[in-house]
């Protein structure tokens, strides 16, 4: 005997997961519902299918092919329009079904004995067999009401309690005879329930109806699905449950990635490939598909998460339906009846409220509160640049695809046959990211220079030296391993442009890519002896000679960087003695766990305990540099900028020193009388490296650790950095303890406050007209100042947050300053949110 799959369900009531997926490929435990449809036949013996598609035909038929994987033969009817159940089903029976058929939907889950309903339908000689099922509320469903034979009386479509004179309704399951087909309009939509049977029992055909036991549930609307994904997990319907039953009511796939299965609570599925953290947990009802994500102290409980999908660290999903290939950011709360389409980004610290529906592809902000669902908007900017480059979670939001196309795009952008050079830090991540970007900018026609692990600096120096268009590193986040970084720079080793950026941000979305031909294919190179060469010409910019005189003892903390390359290659000839730690050992290194606190921490003990001068601590990426004087106390990094300073202002040195605005103004009373000229910035890095480039500027710097030498090359580089403050220690006396003892105390405070993207516009233009009258500086954000000193309010370009910088002659009149705006921006932010429309 052959079945009807009747598979063409649109499935609006279950938007937004139906939204790019026709109704019966929702996943019930994992697996498409109509796969498990396709099992209940296999089982019953019914092998030749024939599935009626209409909505979005291919994603069944790509998925399901003809059937082989499943031992099954499966055809297809596609219905171009609507014929309705009775005429799609007519349209699949040309010359396939001539004999007795059984017709079930492939969008309700059940497990019924259908043998037992076709051995019915036989007995009695029936023309028609609906199968029948009992439930407490039947207004939902057609009624069929029949005599103690089984024999159908009557059909009653969705009733009120008034008619409701049984409880048996109307499953779609159906057995039925061939020439009952012949009584279907083919130029009509026609219905099974509302008009064939109704027809067919005025005609005194033999129509039976049999109440079938076992589990049944209509999968019609998102509560619906929910449950049965519970009722799978409970075993209240019978199927094949994906992966080893341990416990009693735990199903673990293939590949599962835990510490430990007590922080899984059953009854729960986790799927093939998922990796849950240590300190994740997984409560009861969850239902974790393929390849899902659970980062640390994240949790789900009675909740439905598609395959692919990304659970930020402390998240909480509770009672929610999660699609595929979601990113769901840190400590975001998604909570009871909330349904999210597939690839949507709900950003970190956001909350979606009870019963919002999120549809596909959309992005929301950071820290946001939705109330509402999200239809056709997102709530969030669509920038591909951070203020550091490009940044994602490996394999979440930045995975090859992505890294292949912002490659191309950077291509398109410069010229073809352009150089570029391309350097990485030693992750695999890494290795793989670099390796698919280099991919991208040889489809563009573009010679690329692999630097492989070595710092950014050295490519950077590349771009100075030798003339290369553009470099890129490729690293991972001091703050978050899984976190890889993108840098890009230009001509002569500064950060890309802002308008070299936004050129590659439209390539991107727009996907205009240059795609050259076979023979156009760019080539990639392998420079031989360049952390030779960048150490030579390193060396060549200082004073060799009064460092080798000074002698000094180092401790040097390498933060697992590639600066342990290079570094020696540049001590060694100063004759400086180098006590080194947490050198680069090999690509399977994981610095994930050597945070930059416990680096400076271990630095901290090394330096009295060795008797060094004093120690050094590099970022992962060879960027920053951070300081731990002979005493082994840290120096602050607002400390290390003006020591800086100090050390250039006495050197007799003459020229131009840069600065972001938001740099305190101690280093302009710092530098007075000593003939060098400040030069304020946006706050930015591109800003900063940007104005290092200009002639005349012989120092740059920001707080946190970056330190610019534009001499040798405009750009963070820690080994330079370095290198140049033993240059200007060299001819200092006494220890560094007494130099930092000697430099103003810092008074600048920093707060960040929370306000949404739509407000930020509102709140400067706010601020501005209150503050016209006052003295203003308006380079980046807006600067005030008076006579206790002076306060900066400035929009942060990637989250949804504004700084506040204030900076008084004493720490409580910066407090003061600071306590002022901050109620200020915050008066505006409430008064603005109370008219904003609803």
Same mark, same amino acid.
């Given at each position: 005997?052959?079945?009807?799959?009747?598979?063409?369900?649109?499935?609006?009531?279950?938007?937004?997961?139906?939204?790019?997926?026709?109704?019966?490929?929702?996943?019930?435990?994992?697996?498409?519902?109509?796969?498990?449809?396709?099992?209940?036949?296999?089982?019953?013996?019914?092998?030749?299918?024939?599935?009626?598609?209409?909505?979005?035909?291919?994603?069944?038929?790509?998925?399901?092919?003809?059937?082989?994987?499943?031992?099954?033969?499966?055809?297809?009817?596609?219905?171009?329009?609507?014929?309705?159940?009775?005429?799609?089903?007519?349209?699949?029976?040309?010359?396939?079904?001539?004999?007795?058929?059984?017709?079930?939907?492939?969008?309700?889950?059940?497990?019924?004995?259908?043998?037992?309903?076709?051995?019915?339908?036989?007995?009695?000689?029936?023309?028609?067999?609906?199968?029948?099922?009992?439930?407490?509320?039947?207004?939902?469903?057609?009624?069929?009401?029949?005599?103690?034979?089984?024999?159908?009386?009557?059909?009653?479509?969705?009733?009120?309690?008034?008619?409701?004179?049984?409880?048996?309704?109307?499953?779609?399951?159906?057995?039925?005879?061939?020439?009952?087909?012949?009584?279907?309009?083919?130029?009509?939509?026609?219905?099974?329930?509302?008009?064939?049977?109704?027809?067919?029992?005025?005609?005194?055909?033999?129509?039976?109806?049999?109440?079938?036991?076992?589990?049944?549930?209509?999968?019609?609307?998102?509560?619906?699905?929910?449950?049965?994904?519970?009722?799978?997990?409970?075993?209240?319907?019978?199927?094949?449950?994906?992966?080893?039953? =341990? &416990?009693?009511? $735990?199903?673990?796939? %293939? +590949? @599962?990635? /835990?510490? #430990?299965?007590?922080?899984?609570?059953?009854?729960?599925?986790?799927?093939?490939?998922?990796?849950?953290?240590?300190?994740?947990?997984?409560?009861?009802?969850?239902?974790?598909?393929?390849?899902?994500?659970?980062?640390?102290?994240?949790?789900?409980?009675?909740?439905?998460?598609?395959?692919?999908?990304?659970?930020?660290?402390?998240?909480?999903?509770?009672?929610?339906?999660?699609?595929?290939?979601?990113? =769901? &950011?840190?400590? $975001?709360?998604?909570? %009871? +009846? @909330?349904? /999210?389409? #597939?690839?949507?980004?709900?950003?970190?610290?956001?909350?979606?409220?009870?019963?919002?529906?999120?549809?596909?592809?959309?992005?929301?902000?950071?820290?946001?509160?939705?109330?509402?669902?999200?239809?056709?908007?997102?709530?969030?900017?669509?920038?591909?640049?951070?203020?550091?480059?490009?940044?994602?979670?490996?394999?979440?939001?930045?995975?090859?695809?992505?890294?292949?196309?912002?490659?191309?795009?950077?291509?398109?952008?410069?010229?073809?046959?352009?150089? @570029?050079?391309?350097?990485?830090?030693?992750?695999?991540?890494?290795?793989?990211?670099?390796?698919?970007?280099?991919?991208?900018?040889?489809?563009?026609?573009?010679?690329?220079?692999?630097?492989?692990?070595?710092?950014?600096?050295?490519?950077?120096?590349?771009?100075?030296?030798?003339?290369?268009?553009?470099?890129?590193?490729?690293?991972?986040?001091?703050?978050?391993?899984?976190?890889?970084?993108?840098?890009?720079?230009?001509?002569?080793?500064?950060?890309?442009?802002?308008?070299?950026?936004?050129?590659?941000?439209?390539?991107?979305?727009?996907?205009?890519?240059?795609?050259?031909?076979?023979?156009?294919?760019?080539?990639?190179?392998?420079?031989?002896?360049?952390?030779?060469?960048?150490?030579?010409?390193?060396?060549?910019?200082?004073?060799?000679?009064?460092?080798?005189?000074?002698?000094?003892?180092?401790?040097?903390?390498?933060?697992?960087?590639?600066?342990?390359?290079?570094?020696?290659?540049?001590?060694?000839?100063?004759?400086?003695?180098?006590?080194?730690?947490?050198?680069?050992?090999?690509?399977?290194?994981?610095?994930?766990?050597?945070?930059?606190?416990?680096?400076?921490?271990?630095?901290?003990?090394?330096?009295?305990?060795?008797?060094?001068?004093?120690?050094?601590?590099?970022?992962?990426?060879?960027?920053?540099?951070?300081?731990?004087?002979?005493?082994?106390?840290?120096?602050?990094?607002?400390?290390?900028?003006?020591?800086?300073?100090?050390?250039?202002?006495?050197?007799?040195?003459?020229?131009?020193?840069?600065?972001?605005?938001?740099?305190?103004?101690?280093?302009?009373?710092?530098?007075?009388?000593?003939?060098?000229?400040?030069?304020?910035?946006?706050?930015?890095?591109?800003?900063?490296?940007?104005?290092?480039?200009?002639?005349?500027?012989?120092?740059?710097?920001?707080?946190?650790?970056?330190?610019?030498?534009?001499?040798?090359?405009?750009?963070?580089?820690?080994?330079?950095?370095?290198?140049?403050?033993?240059?200007?220690?060299?001819?200092?006396?006494?220890?560094?303890?007494?130099?930092?003892?000697?430099?103003?105390?810092?008074?600048?405070?920093?707060?960040?406050?929370?306000?949404?993207?739509?407000?930020?516009?509102?709140?400067?233009?706010?601020?501005?007209?209150?503050?016209?009258?006052?003295?203003?500086?308006?380079?980046?954000?807006?600067?005030?100042?008076?006579?206790?000193?002076?306060?900066?309010?400035?929009?942060?370009?990637?989250?949804?947050?504004?700084?506040?910088?204030?900076?008084?002659?004493?720490?409580?009149?910066?407090?003061?300053?600071?306590?002022?705006?901050?109620?200020?921006?915050?008066?505006?932010?409430?008064?603005?949110?109370?008219?904003?429309?609803?």
């Amino acid at each position: 005997m052959k079945a009807v799959v009747m598979a063409g369900g649109e499935g609006t009531r279950l938007r937004p997961l139906t939204s790019n997926q026709p109704k019966p490929m929702v996943p019930i435990v994992g697996k498409p519902c109509m796969e498990h449809i396709l099992e209940l036949l296999r089982e019953h013996g019914l092998t030749d299918v024939i599935v009626t598609v209409a909505f979005l035909p291919q994603a069944i038929r790509s998925y399901f092919g003809e059937g082989d994987t499943l031992g099954l033969n499966v055809g297809y009817s596609v219905e171009e329009s609507p014929l309705g159940t009775a005429g799609s089903v007519r349209l699949a029976a040309r010359n396939q079904l001539d004999e007795t058929f059984l017709v079930i939907s492939g969008d309700a889950l059940c497990d019924v004995d259908l043998t037992k309903l076709i051995e019915f339908h036989k007995e009695r000689g029936a023309a028609v067999t609906i199968g029948l099922k009992s439930v407490e509320n039947p207004l939902e469903f057609g009624i069929v009401v029949t005599d103690e034979e089984g024999r159908i009386e009557r059909f009653l479509e969705k009733p009120s309690w008034g008619q409701v004179f049984s409880d048996t309704i109307n499953t779609g399951i159906y057995v039925l005879e061939p020439e009952v087909l012949k009584h279907i309009p083919a130029d009509r939509p026609y219905d099974f329930s509302k008009e064939l049977f109704p027809y067919l029992l005025e005609m005194g055909r033999p129509l039976y109806g049999y109440v079938m036991d076992g589990y049944w549930q209509d999968i019609g609307n998102l509560d619906q699905y929910r449950q049965a994904n519970f009722d799978a997990l409970d075993e209240r319907v019978r199927l094949n449950i994906p992966g080893i039953r =341990i &416990r009693g009511n $735990v199903w673990l796939g %293939e +590949g @599962v990635e /835990i510490a #430990d299965l007590d922080q899984v609570e059953g009854p729960a599925l986790i799927g093939n490939y998922t990796r849950i953290a240590p300190d994740a947990t997984v409560g009861p009802y969850s239902v974790l598909s393929n390849s899902v994500t659970l980062r640390e102290r994240a949790r789900t409980t009675r909740s439905v998460v598609d395959a692919s999908t990304h659970i930020g660290r402390s998240a909480l999903i509770e009672g929610a339906i999660l699609g595929r290939s979601c990113d =769901i &950011r840190a400590h $975001v709360r998604i909570h %009871e +009846g @909330v349904a /999210i389409g #597939d690839e949507v980004t709900t950003g970190a610290e956001s909350v979606v409220m009870p019963g919002v529906r999120i549809y596909p592809y959309k992005e929301v902000e950071s820290g946001s509160q939705i109330n509402e669902s999200l239809i056709w908007e997102s709530r969030a900017t669509t920038r591909l640049f951070g203020r550091d480059g490009v940044a994602g979670l490996v394999n979440v939001d930045l995975t090859p695809e992505v890294a292949v196309r912002i490659a191309a795009a950077l291509g398109t952008a410069l010229k073809r046959d352009a150089r @570029v050079v391309a350097s990485r830090e030693s992750a695999p991540a890494c290795r793989m990211i670099k390796r698919a970007m280099i991919t991208g900018f040889t489809s563009a026609g573009l010679e690329v220079a692999d630097l492989r692990v070595l710092p950014s600096a050295v490519a950077r120096h590349m771009l100075k030296s030798e003339g290369y268009e553009a470099g890129f590193h490729v690293g991972t986040s001091q703050v978050d391993p899984e976190v890889v970084q993108i840098r890009f720079f230009e001509q002569p080793g500064i950060q890309l442009s802002a308008a070299l950026q936004k050129e590659i941000e439209k390539n991107f979305t727009r996907g205009e890519l240059r795609r050259v031909g076979f023979t156009d294919i760019g080539r990639i190179s392998y420079p031989a002896r360049i952390r030779e060469t960048y150490a030579q010409s390193l060396l060549a910019s200082l004073d060799a000679d009064a460092i080798r005189a000074r002698g000094f003892r180092l401790v040097v903390d390498y933060g697992f960087s590639a600066a342990s390359y290079v570094v020696p290659e540049v001590l060694g000839p100063l004759g400086v003695e180098a006590v080194s730690a947490h050198g680069f050992t090999s690509d399977r290194a994981d610095p994930g766990t050597a945070l930059l606190r416990e680096s400076i921490g271990q630095v901290k003990q090394l330096v009295p305990a060795v008797g060094a001068d004093f120690g050094v601590v590099f970022d992962r990426a060879a960027e920053r540099l951070y300081l731990v004087d002979e005493r082994g106390r840290e120096i602050p990094v607002e400390q290390a900028l003006l020591l800086f300073l100090r050390l250039i202002g006495s050197n007799g040195k003459r020229g131009k020193l840069a600065f972001p605005i938001t740099v305190t103004s101690q280093v302009d009373r710092l530098l007075e009388g000593s003939g060098l000229e400040v030069v304020r910035t946006p706050a930015s890095l591109a800003d900063l490296t940007k104005a290092a480039a200009e002639d005349g500027v012989i120092f740059a710097g920001a707080v946190g650790g970056g330190y610019v030498f534009p001499e040798f090359l405009p750009a963070y580089d820690a080994i330079a950095s370095l290198c140049n403050l033993l240059q200007l220690l060299a001819p200092v006396p006494g220890p560094l303890s007494q130099l930092v003892a000697d430099l103003p105390a810092p008074t600048l405070v920093h707060r960040q406050l929370p306000c949404p993207w739509a407000l930020k516009g509102v709140v400067m233009r706010v601020l501005t007209e209150r503050l016209r009258d006052r003295r203003l500086d308006l380079l980046d954000g807006i600067k005030v100042f008076d006579e206790r000193g002076w306060a900066q309010v400035l929009p942060d370009p990637d989250e949804p947050l504004i700084h506040i910088y204030a900076e008084g002659t004493t720490s409580e009149r910066s407090k003061e300053l600071e306590d002022e705006f901050r109620h200020m921006v915050e008066e505006i932010m409430e008064t603005e949110s109370a008219v904003a429309p609803v």
